[in-house]
């Protein structure tokens, strides 16, 4: 990260710091991971939620229909995604 972008990044993470009571390191890690998700492209949410989903046993068909759902849900849009499209992110 360029030192122009870490400024407001620290800033925030000094003003959720300093109106949560986390210390400066916690309030850190919480500034990171919400700019990762919010910076998260559709294809790596759906990589990441198809990894995780198969860990706790579920099935590709169950998969692809619910990562499908999840997507209009979704922070940033994405364009609907059929589950055939879902499987080509996944297995390329």
């Known amino acids: 990260m360029s030192e122009a ?3 407001p990044v620290d800033e925030l993470a000094e003003q959720v710091s300093r109106t ?3 210390s400066a390191d916690d309030a ?3 500034v990171a991971d919400v700019l ?3 910076t998260e492209t559709a294809e790596e949410y759906v990589r990441r939620r198809h990894r995780e989903l198969q ?3 579920a099935r590709n068909d169950e998969i692809f ?6 997507l209009r849900h979704w ?3 994405s364009p609907e995604l059929s589950a055939r499209q879902l499987r080509r992110i996944v297995y390329g």
Do not use: D, I
């Open 20 to 22: 949560t009571g986390l």
């Open 28 to 30: 850190r890690r919480v």
């Open 36 to 38: 990762a998700y919010f």
């Open 5 to 7: 972008a870490a400024a």
């Open 55 to 57: 860990t706790y046993g």
């Open 65 to 70: 229909a619910r990562v499908g759902s999840e």
């Open 75 to 77: 922070p940033v849009r």
